[in-house]
């Protein structure tokens, strides 16, 4: 696994069921291991998109409104057949990990379902959120593992929360922290 680059993920979304609800944005910064030790990267891409919604009626207001979801914003978004044919190259061998996995791998395994695009990434994935548990469970500083409380807690500075570039660029942070703890 040392091989294969690190692509950190995250998705916004219209909702919460990949199954009715769309991906609208992917974030992704893909890093290189430089080392065995797991804890010293470089940057080599880092990668944003926003998608045209198709079925903007069955989206969650609610999920519209963290994502920051607006027609302007969005009037120049990629097709999802577009955005999934560019995100497999970006990720093309590299190690999905993400903040809630099964949430944006979800998302993420619809999407390139239902756009035909091939998955091109390596079969491994890591989970941020198992990993700061199983290193921070004993810290009764922490009361919750959401990326909001772990950036509080590293004292990383997430200002575009819930925009999926920000929010993967947080989550190459906490692992960072965590991998060094």
Do not use: M, P
């Given at each position: 696994m040392r091989k294969?680059?690190?692509a950190f993920i995250d998705v916004e979304t219209t909702g919460f069921d990949p199954q009715k609800h769309?991906?609208?944005?992917?974030?992704?910064?893909?890093?290189?291991?430089?080392?065995?030790?797991?804890?010293?990267?470089?940057?080599?891409?880092?990668?944003?998109l926003k998608i045209k919604p198709e079925k903007l009626e069955d989206a969650d207001p609610g999920?519209?409104?963290?994502?920051?979801?607006?027609?302007?914003d969005w009037l120049f978004a990629h097709s999802l057949q577009e955005a999934m044919t560019q995100f497999a190259e970006v990720t093309k061998d590299a190690i999905f990990v993400a903040h809630?996995?099964?949430?944006?791998?979800?998302?993420i395994h619809e999407a390139f379902k239902k756009s035909g695009v091939e998955n091109k990434m390596f079969f491994s994935k890591l989970d941020t959120?198992?990993?700061?548990?199983?290193?921070l469970h004993k810290d009764l500083s922490v009361e919750r593992f959401s990326l909001q409380k772990l950036t509080e807690h590293?004292?990383?500075?997430?200002q575009r929360a819930h925009t999926?570039?920000?929010?993967?660029?947080?989550?190459?942070?906490v692992y960072e922290k965590l991998m060094n703890l």
């Open positions: 294969h680059n690190l769309e991906v609208i944005e992917i974030g992704c910064v893909v890093v290189k291991q430089k080392d065995a030790t797991g804890t010293n990267f470089e940057i080599v891409k880092e990668w944003e999920a519209l409104r963290v994502n920051g979801y607006n027609d302007a809630n996995l099964a949430f944006d791998y979800s998302f959120i198992s990993i700061a548990y199983a290193k590293f004292g990383i500075i997430n999926a570039l920000a929010d993967a660029r947080a989550t190459l942070e």
